[in-house]
Structures are given as C-alpha cells and as structure tokens.
C-alpha cells in the first residue's frame, strides 16, 4: 500500500459515506486515505487559513467560495452526492405529520423546541421560516447544534422535539424516529462537490480516487447511506 495518504477534509454530513467509499477505494488501489470530517463551516475556515489537504470535499457552494478565494484550484471541482434535508423526533415519541408544507408548518409551530444545523440545511431551513413569518415567534425555542454535533443526538437526548438536518446524518442514528424528507414544495437538495488546491501533489491520485466515487458501482453505496450520485 501506497506510504502517503491522500489527505482530505469534509463535512459531517458525508462522513459515514466517504469512510466506505474510502476503504473500497484503499482496496482496489493500494493508496491510503485519510479524510477528516469536522463542521462544514470549521472546514470551509480551516482551508481558507491555509490548512493544507489533497482534496477538500463540501457542499458546492463552499466548494465555490474556496475556488473563489484562490484555496482551491479553478476548474477542480468534482460533483460527487445529492442530499436532501430530513425530519425526525425521538424514538418513541408522537410523529408529527409532515407530508406537506403546511403539516411541516404547523409541526414547527406545534414542537416546544426544534434544531437544526449550522450547514446547507439550517441556512435552508431558516429563510424557509422567514418566509413563513414565524422565525420570530420560534426563536426562543430554536436550538442550533454548535458545528460538527449532529442534530440527530439532540433530538435521540430529548434536548429538541423536532430535528432538520441531511438525512445521511440522521439516517442511521440509534434513537430517533426519521419522519421523511422535506416535501417537495420545500425540498432542498444540497450538493456535496470535492475540490483540489492549486498545486497539489497528489492531484493525479485524487482525480482517480474521486473517479472511483463516481462509478455505478459506488453509487450503491452513496444510495445506502440517504444520498443520490450527483
């Protein structure tokens, strides 16, 4: 196996998915992988400091911003998972009905406390509730989890009533009660893209390595854990 790994940063919410991804890839080609996957807000700072990695794999949007700013290279960028944003409540409890715009309206009104994250769906999910007219009224019992804490525990610990966050993070935590995804009168879909720095010196490696992730094969995998190929 290959000495150096090809060192990545990312996002919580593609986590689980690029661990297998990654050790599939380790298998077939004989590199190692080491991707860290932190806070997409943390991570977007970290490379914009100047922290080095061989592949930067975020919401493209990030993804965007970094080539923007020279922290990645133009051109580089790499579509990899469609996520869609999802509901849950703690297992156990009362499930809310959420099947339309207005039954998720009311369920947010109705929860005594709700969450959401500091990523693509929180931003989602707060101009969702400006436009609404409620941001107000629900403010005091909002709780944002801090950047890199899935919603998913808060609402398994019985901290919130009513989580958002992507369905991959809530997909396959212990104690809660996934309700579905948004309806599509207010579904998002954030994609989840890779970017290289400029002068990277695995960069050969990384294009296969994210060629790899973007095969029929891989896409099983992608599907397993709440997402679509991109």
């Known amino acids: ?17 690029l661990a297998e991804l990654a050790a599939a890839f380790e298998q077939a080609s004989g590199r190692r992988v080491a991707i860290e996957s932190v806070g997409g807000v943390d991570a977007a700072k970290r490379v914009q400091a ?19 700013s020279g922290r990645l290279a133009a051109g580089s960028r790499v579509d990899l998972f469609r996520s869609p944003v999802a509901i849950a409540v703690r297992e156990g409890t009362a499930k809310p009905d959420v099947s339309s715009e207005d039954a998720v309206r009311r369920a947010v009104l109705a929860a005594r406390s709700l969450s959401c994250s500091t ?41 919130v009533e009513l989580g958002f966050q992507q ?7 212990p104690g809660i009660a996934v309700l579905g995804t948004l309806p599509a009168a207010i579904a998002h879909i954030t994609v989840f893209s890779a970017g290289l720095p400029p002068h990277g010196v695995q960069a050969a490696a990384v294009r296969e390595m994210l ?5 029929p094969e891989a896409a099983a995998t992608t599907r397993r854990h709440g997402m679509e190929p991109a």
């Open 50 to 68: 100047g922290e080095a990695f061989d592949v930067v794999l975020l919401a493209s949007e990030a993804i965007d911003r970094l080539i923007a």
């Open 167 to 173: 369905l991959s993070e809530l997909l396959h935590l």
């Open 1 to 17: 196996m290959d000495a150096t790994p090809i060192t990545g940063i990312s996002s919580m919410a593609t986590r689980l998915v």
């Open 211 to 215: 060629a790899f992730f973007n095969t």
């Open 119 to 159: 990523g693509p769906s929180g931003t989602h999910l707060a101009r969702l509730f400006e436009r609404w007219g409620i941001a107000e009224a629900i403010q005091p019992r909002l709780v944002q989890a801090p950047p890199g804490v899935p919603v998913g525990s808060l609402v398994a610990q019985g901290e």
